[in-house]
């Protein structure tokens, strides 16, 4: 009888796009040698990809179902979506895939919400003997700092060390001979995590935490004696996939892990597996589709100013600022900044109409906001330096910024691509950033919101301000049960667009807007509040 024997895991994490699920599919079909125990999934799979921002995350889950995925855990990202919506999204994977949530189960949920019935809070795999039992965690970061307002949809995120340690003492030794956490946490946090587990379990031998949460592929090992906790994360969008073997020695009275060993294997020329890749190309059809939908109308932008990118890298355009104000208007700040040279449509829209496609043409880069404290008379000598001497990093800034007299010591909240804050192109934000980092307060390198997410969302905000100036809340409520749903609000779109809504996310992003208590629906007291707030913002 042989003393060893060895379980196999794949794992990706933070999926956004779907072009590499059919060469996933295609590599998991070739191991044919040794077959994983489980095809994992760190987080972030519902938000914020091009495809989920238009349908809600339907067709990732369609295609993830068919990967080959079969173990999960949530992400902060998850969290973008209104609640009813990742409820339809959980719904549907969950059939084939299993979703594991250990530490978002907060006391004042029922048995029977979706959050606990849907999601288990520990999964157990086997080795192919049979021999080994391995419970799987999903630890959902609880730092503040990934979730807007701070947590997931208002419910209490439990402490990630003090749920690894209640769930391992469930688990071993009676329903399991060893855990492996997959977590969605800064990679500071499984540091933390590792160190925890060496401190206070690590009877099991050599151990695993397979995460998500950074983008890039990142191994290390946390070592304490002869003991360590290896962090593994594959990178974004399926680009890579880890290949991990757990080795257990079954020699002792019980299996203790003896070597975790890992290979990145890199998907991008893999072939597709032609059923996922069928399905991938219906759905990107589809956002095609979406890309013609016009986003901004002549209704967010004064008759007097017409909107133009042409020249953004050497001068201010119109676009730049409208696009600053939305930037601003969205992340609640004092003040927007925009690198120019970020703007790259060089186009000119003489009726102020742009579709989606023509949005994402001015933003062909990834622009990563974040928030950071300034004064004002800081804000200006930096704005002022970016425009001096050709600098590649000419700054646009929102409208209200500097029309009026004001405080120059005043300190304010301003919207900043992060990378400013590092790549020494304007001193003074490389001297902020290096500050924030000795205090401690530089953002994660994922804490970051897409400048084209915010355009689009202002965007659909400020339709509210045309519904409200033009419909009564009795009006909407087509069914007269003092509230409106997804169906009236689809209306009601329709009503204002003059067609329908190309998808149904258009229709989740207006409920967003106003569902405080996020239920998915809204009453009138939601309406009337927001209404007087909506008026002034975009009258």
Not at 184 to 196: F, M, N, V
Not at 420 to 433: E, H, M
Request: hydrophobic share 35%; aromatic share 6%.
């Amino acid at each position: 009888m042989s003393l060893a024997t060895k379980l196999r895991i794949i794992a990706v994490n933070d999926i956004y796009e779907l072009q590499n699920l059919p060469k996933l599919a295609s590599f998991l079909s070739k191991l044919t040698d040794v077959r994983p125990s489980a095809v994992v999934l760190a987080g972030d799979f519902l938000s914020p990809g091009q495809l989920s921002a238009v349908d809600g995350g339907r067709g990732m889950v369609q295609a993830l179902r068919l990967s080959g995925i079969t173990h999960a855990c949530l992400g902060n990202h998850e969290a973008d979506l209104i609640m009813p919506t990742l409820e339809e999204r959980i719904r549907e994977i969950s059939q084939s895939v299993k979703i594991i949530n250990t530490n978002l189960r907060p006391a004042e949920l029922s048995p029977d919400h979706w959050l606990l019935s849907l999601c288990n809070p520990h999964e157990i795999i086997t080795t192919p003997c049979g021999r080994v039992n391995v419970g799987l965690l999903g630890l959902l970061s609880d730092e503040p700092p990934l979730y807007v307002g701070g947590t997931f949809h208002h419910l209490p995120l439990g402490d990630v060390l003090e749920s690894y340690s209640r769930s391992f003492q469930k688990l071993v030794p009676g329903r399991a001979d060893y855990v492996v956490s997959l977590t969605h946490q800064t990679i500071d946090r499984d540091r933390d995590l590792a160190r925890h587990i060496l401190r206070r379990h690590s009877e099991c031998g050599h151990q695993l935490l397979i995460g998500g949460h950074e983008h890039d592929p990142h191994e290390e090992d946390i070592v304490e004696g002869d003991s360590f906790v290896r962090i593994c994360k594959s990178g974004q969008d399926a680009e890579h996939a880890s290949i991990i073997d757990i080795s257990f020695d079954l020699s002792t009275e019980r299996p203790r892990a003896v070597d975790v060993s890992t290979e990145l294997v890199d998907l991008q020329n893999m072939s597709d597996a032609i059923v996922v890749k069928s399905v991938v190309d219906v759905k990107m059809k589809g956002l095609e589709k979406m890309g013609n939908e016009i986003i901004v109308d002549d209704s967010l932008v004064p008759s007097s100013v017409k909107l133009c990118s042409t020249g953004s890298g050497q001068s201010t355009t119109t676009f730049g600022s409208f696009a600053c104000d939305a930037i601003k208007h969205e992340m609640q700040v004092d003040a927007a900044i925009l690198p120019g040279n970020l703007i790259q449509g060089e186009s000119t829209y003489p009726c102020n109409h742009m579709t989606y496609k023509q949005i994402k043409k001015e933003f062909p880069s990834k622009i990563k906001m974040v928030c950071v404290p300034m004064s004002r008379n800081d804000l200006e000598e930096v704005i002022d330096f970016s425009r001096q001497n050709n600098n590649e990093a000419f700054l646009h800034v929102d409208t209200a910024f500097g029309a009026s007299e004001a405080d120059g010591d005043e300190q304010l909240a301003v919207a900043v691509h992060m990378p400013l804050l590092r790549d020494n192109q304007i001193p003074a934000l490389t001297d902020l950033g290096q500050k924030l980092k000795i205090q401690g307060l530089f953002p994660g390198s994922e804490d970051w919101i897409p400048g084209l997410y915010l355009v689009v969302r202002f965007c659909c905000h400020a339709r509210w301000s045309q519904i409200m100036r033009n419909f009564d809340f009795n009006e909407l409520d087509l069914n007269s049960d003092g509230v409106l749903d997804r169906d009236e609000i689809k209306s009601l779109m329709t009503k204002v667009l003059g067609h329908e809504p190309v998808e149904d996310y258009n229709v989740d992003d207006m409920i967003r807007a106003i569902d405080e208590d996020d239920n998915g629906v809204i009453d009138r007291s939601e309406f009337d509040r927001l209404l007087n707030e909506t008026q002034k913002r975009f009258s």
